[in-house]
C-alpha cells in the first residue's frame, strides 16, 4: 500500500481499475479483464515516469531442467545439519500447517468445501517433491481464495499456474519478465486480494463477533510495524557488525514512551497469537467463560515453549527463539484464573455454556 502512494500515477490509476472492475463489476469491451488492462496500463504508466527497471537486464535464457538433489538432502538431515536449526524448522513448520488451515477455512467460508486431509496431504508431498530437486521453499495452500474466485479463477487455474511457471522457471525467462514488468504495475492486483481477505474476516463472521477479528489483526499489525521500525533501524545504521541490535534498543525507545518489546513480542508467533487472543474474545462475547479460560490456558504453553511471544535479537534483527517463557506462561495463567472466577464475582450470571 505504501509503494501505491510512493508512485500514485502507476499506483492509483491500477488500483482504480482493479476497485472498477472486482468492487464496481464494470465489464470493458471486447471481453478484456480488468486484471489485464491494469497491469498493462500499469507497464506503460511505469516507463512514461522513469520508475521502470534500468540497465540491461541479465539474459538468463536457456533450458534448465531440474536436477534431482537426493545424496544433498540426504546429507542435511544428519544431526550435526539439522539439529542446530530445529528453532526454526519446528515454529515454521507449525506456521506453515495452520497458514494452510486457515486457506481451507478462508475457501470455505467463501463457498467451496475441500477436504482437509488430502489438501494438507498434496501439500506435503508438493513440498518433498521439490525437496527431492533442491527447493527449499515448503509449498502451501492458497492464500486469497477468496479474491481468485472473485476474479473468475476456478480449476483451471492451478493448472495454467502450473504450466506458466513450469515454462518461465525451465526457460530462465524470470529475469526478462521482471524487467519489462515493473513491480508497481501488478501491485494493485495483490493489494486487492489482501483487501477482499480483510473483508472477508468481518463478513463471513456474525457482526458480534466483530471485536474478536480486530483482535485478531492486531498481532500481524505488529509484526508489520515492527518489520518497518527494523527496516528504518537498519537504514539509520544500525544493524551491523560494530552496531548490532540489543537490548539497548528497548530502553532507548522508552525513553520515548515507545514500549518496544511489545511490538517484538507481538512479532513472533503472531499467527498463534492471533488465534489465542480472538479467540478468547469469541468465547467472553458469547459468555463462555470457561472455554475462554481453557484457551488461555492452552496460550500459556505455548508461549511456555516459546512458540509465541519469545525473541532474542541477532546482529540486524529479531528472530524466534524457543526457550521456556515464564512471563507469558503465567500472564496467560492468571487471565485463565480471571475468566474461571467470573461466574463467582459477577452481579449477573447470564447464560454460559
Request: hydrophobic letters at 50%; charged letters at 10%; a neutral charge.
Amino acid at each position: 500500500f505504501m509503494r501505491t502512494f510512493a508512485h500514485p500515477l502507476v499506483g492509483l490509476v491500477t488500483f482504480s481499475i482493479i476497485l472498477v472492475t472486482y468492487f464496481g463489476k464494470v465489464k470493458f469491451k471486447f471481453g478484456l479483464p480488468g486484471g489485464l488492462i491494469a497491469v498493462s496500463l500499469g507497464v506503460v504508466l511505469s516507463y512514461l515516469t522513469g520508475i521502470n527497471p534500468k540497465g540491461d537486464f541479465e539474459n538468463l535464457f536457456g533450458i534448465f531442467l531440474p536436477i534431482p538433489q537426493i545424496m544433498p538432502l540426504a546429507n542435511s538431515l544428519k544431526a550435526e545439519f539439522f539439529l542446530p536449526y530445529i528453532s526454526v524448522i519446528l515454529p515454521m513448520g507449525l506456521f506453515n500447517l495452520i497458514g494452510s488451515l486457515q486457506n481451507i477455512e478462508s475457501a470455505e467460508a467463501a463457498g467451496d468445501s475441500y477436504p482437509t486431509a488430502p489438501s494438507l496431504a498434496m501439500n506435503g508431498i508438493g513440498t518433498f517433491a521439490a525437496a527431492l530437486f533442491g527447493s527449499c521453499f515448503p509449498t502451501t495452500i492458497y492464500i486469497g481464495h477468496p479474491g481468485w474466485k472473485a476474479l473468475g479463477a476456478r480449476a483451471g487455474y492451478s493448472v495454467l499456474n502450473c504450466l506458466f511457471f513450469l515454462v518461465v522457471c525451465f526457460t530462465g525467462t524470470f529475469s526478462f519478465i521482471a524487467h519489462i514488468v515493473p513491480v508497481d504495475a501488478g501491485m494493485a492486483i495483490v493489494l486487492w486480494i489482501g483487501i477482499v481477505i480483510s473483508t472477508q474476516a468481518f463478513t463471513a463472521t456474525e457482526g458480534r463477533h466483530a471485536p474478536a477479528v480486530v483482535i485478531g489483526i492486531l498481532p500481524s499489525v505488529a509484526a508489520w510495524g515492527a518489520m518497518l521500525l527494523k527496516s528504518g533501524l537498519r537504514v539509520g545504521g544500525l544493524g551491523t557488525s560494530e552496531n548490532p541490535f540489543s537490548e539497548k534498543l528497548i530502553e532507548l525507545f522508552k525513553s520515548s514512551d515507545i514500549f518496544v518489546d511489545g511490538v517484538f513480542n507481538l512479532e513472533q508467533g503472531f499467527i498463534f497469537s492471533a488465534m489465542i487472543l480472538s479467540s478468547i474474545t469469541v468465547f467472553i462475547i458469547e459468555r463462555k467463560f470457561l472455554k475462554a479460560g481453557l484457551v488461555a490456558i492452552i496460550g500459556a504453553f505455548i508461549s511456555l515453549v516459546g512458540l509465541m511471544h519469545s525473541y532474542s535479537f541477532s546482529v540486524s534483527d529479531t528472530v524466534l527463539k524457543i526457550k521456556i517463557n515464564h512471563q507469558f506462561f503465567f500472564a496467560y495463567l492468571a487471565v485463565a484464573a480471571v475468566l474461571f472466577l467470573i461466574k463467582f464475582v459477577s452481579k449477573e450470571q447470564g447464560e454460559e455454556t
